[in-house]
């Protein structure tokens, strides 16, 4: 079945850091994917969609500039949170669209901590 | 744009009790439904989806839902549940030919012995 991929699981960094995390289709193409923030014991808020080649779609009260995404190719999308600080820490979970096989797929998430 | 309710924040229910997650959507346009269940600092796992077809949908972990259009309603329904399926539910809805995925705030089950 369609697996993605989501590295690291954790990362702490330090306050004004940026911080990459990496989201891979491993076996299916994936046209477009998303990422979700989550605060604890709350929901996942869309924050952006995003689609092979082009710029990412953000959410409204997103910061474009602040969390930077990347979906240079049908496996791979990244999302770079920039300057981060301690309230940007959180759980980021993305998730894969497969146009061939209309579902979802999710990560397994990124647990964030900016100290 | 599309939402969804999740009417119990809590459920709390003893082991082989049967059990109930509630699920309201609201959308102007035909929808796909969805409930997935995360497990501490895990990500989303899909328990089932409704699509087209059969309003009864059954998934995996012995889980099933009914789709009601006319109640907009989606709920999740296990017959008898065993401790491992304590964990967090989420109904989500996204619009035909539209990928956007809107989640509900969650369920909390905890099977008690």
């Known amino acids: 079945g369609a697996v993605v991929s989501q590295h690291p699981s954790w990362v702490i960094c330090k306050s004004g850091t940026s911080v990459k995390i990496e989201c891979r289709s491993l076996?299916?193409?994936?046209?477009?994917m998303f990422w979700y923030r989550q605060f604890p014991k709350q929901s996942l808020m869309l924050m952006a969609t995003?689609?092979?080649?082009?710029?990412?779609?953000?959410e409204q009260g997103v910061e474009k500039d602040k969390f930077l995404i990347n979906h240079a190719s049908l496996t791979l999308s990244t999302l770079t949170v920039t300057s981060a600080h301690p309230e940007d820490s959180s759980f980021y979970i993305c998730?894969?669209?497969?146009?061939?096989?209309?579902?979802?797929?999710f990560g397994s998430g990124t647990r964030l901590t900016v100290v | 744009a599309q939402s969804v309710t999740q009417l119990d924040s809590q459920v709390p229910v003893f082991e082989e009790a049967p059990v109930e997650l509630r699920c309201n959507y609201s959308?102007?346009?035909?929808?796909?439904l969805f409930w997935y269940v995360q497990y501490p600092n895990q990500g989303l796992q899909l328990l089932l989806k409704?699509?087209?077809?059969?309003?009864l949908v059954k998934g995996i972990n012995g889980f099933e839902a009914e789709f009601n259009k006319s109640q907009t309603s989606f709920h999740l329904r296990k017959p008898s549940v065993h401790i491992s399926d304590t964990a967090e539910y989420f109904c989500a809805v996204s619009r035909k030919n539209n990928n956007d995925m809107r989640f509900g705030a969650g369920t909390r089950l905890t099977v008690k012995p």
């Open positions: 998730s894969a669209s497969n146009s061939g096989n209309y579902g979802y797929t």
């Open positions: 959308s102007s346009v035909s929808v796909y």
């Open positions: 409704y699509l087209s077809g059969s309003t």
């Open positions: 995003s689609n092979e080649g082009s710029k990412a779609t953000y």
């Open positions: 076996d299916f193409q994936a046209t477009t």
